[in-house]
């Protein structure tokens, strides 16, 4: 039955295993309450008498998925793109989220944004309607397909650029910057580092698990520059080494950051770029990439094979296999009849 509390219409009815269901429809129109109240009705009858999964909402899901992936370092980016799918998904039923209506959304953040950005808020919905299957939410998650993305460059600073934009740079910045070429820290590690996570007398400094990226400790070996860029800092703040007027950096993307790429004519770079510095100066100077990836904190060696072909040396001994055939071909003119080559004949 239905009944009104206030200007809301509130629906009472048992469904057949017994339940009772008591709750508000939500509307102040006795029509849409109606209408609400007959498809729950029916919703419960299919559940017990077919075996039907019961139905849940997307906030349903939104704030499960919230309450188990709490301890994601990321949980605050997955916060910020929910809520701007909760615009458009609040309220809808999982099974009702098909691949058209999902890609009719998405093609709005695209539009708005880029197709790269509109696939990270794609990779959220496949992994929370992936999830609802895990639970038993839902039977089948839709076939999402992501957009096409260009293949971006690694951007990394030679040492004449470093030495260009850290001359340019505000004292506070330079510090932090420097600091970050030296030990290849990510911007959050570096700017909230506090003297209790350093030991400069062992000259090591260390991230705790819930502070990194994978979820892992990180062992962080402190060279000549990182101790010197340290030192500099004792005195200014009791808790953190990097501050500016007596608080932690938490924003680098200032307007002194694109100012000093400007006078140092640096284009194309982010302030994540200087750990793509730290690690390409690395490979280049020989650290194996088994290394790197253990000073760097990457769960896996595949995520640090993407600067491999910075220092393609350990090729050299197998590219030189083909030097006598080449000195052959370009003493006598490129001759494909050489026996060492094979022959071909056209006998036609």
């Known amino acids: 039955m239905l009944y009104k509390r206030g200007n809301t219409w ?3 009815f048992t469904a057949p295993n017994g339940q009772r269901v008591r709750r508000s429809s939500g509307a102040t129109d006795k029509t849409k309450a109606q209408e609400l109240h007959d498809r729950l009705k029916a ?27 709490n301890f994601k370092a990321s949980i605050g980016k997955d916060m ?3 809520a701007w799918l909760q615009s458009y998904l609040s309220g809808k039923y999982l ?41 038993g939410w ?18 990394w600073l030679t040492p004449d650029e470093a030495r260009r934009l850290l001359v340019e740079l ?20 570096v700017a909230l580092l506090s003297w209790n996570q350093v030991d400069l007398h062992r000259r090591v400094a260390w991230i705790h698990p819930d502070q990194a990226k994978a979820r892992k400790a990180i062992g962080v070996p402190l060279n000549e520059t990182a101790v010197s860029v340290i030192r500099r800092q004792i005195g200014h703040h009791p808790i953190f080494i990097f501050t500016y007027k007596d608080r932690p950096v938490r924003q680098t993307n200032t307007k002194a950051w694109k100012k000093a790429l400007a006078r140092a004519g640096i284009q194309d770079f982010r302030w994540h770029d200087l750990r793509h510095t730290w690690a390409s ?37 197998d590219s030189a296999k083909i030097d006598a055939l080449l000195k052959t071909v370009t003493a006598h003119g490129t001759n494909m009849s050489h026996p060492t080559f ?7």
């Open 10 to 12: 509130w629906m009472d």
């Open 43 to 69: 919703q419960a009858w299919r559940e017990v008498q077919l075996g039907a999964i019961p139905r849940h909402t997307w906030d349903e899901a939104g704030l499960r998925w919230i309450e188990e992936r």
């Open 80 to 82: 910020t793109e929910l």
């Open 95 to 135: 099974d009702e989220l098909n691949r058209t209506y999902i890609s009719e959304i998405l093609e709005i953040k695209r539009q708005e944004t880029s197709g790269a950005n509109a696939n990270r808020y794609l990779a959220l919905v496949r992994s929370i309607l992936n999830a609802c299957v895990v639970w």
């Open 138 to 155: 839902l039977e089948n998650p839709p076939k999402l397909s992501p957009y096409k993305e260009p293949r971006r460059r690694i951007r």
């Open 170 to 189: 505000p004292q506070h910045l330079r510090d932090m910057v420097e600091f970050s070429l030296a030990t290849g820290l990510r911007q959050t590690n």
């Open 281 to 317: 100066w690395h490979v280049q100077s020989g650290t194996s990439l088994s290394r790197l990836q253990e000073m760097g904190g990457w769960e896996s060696v595949e995520m640090v094979r993407r600067y491999a072909h910075l220092a393609p040396e350990h090729l050299a001994e």
């Open 342 to 348: 094979g022959s071909s004949s056209n006998t036609g």
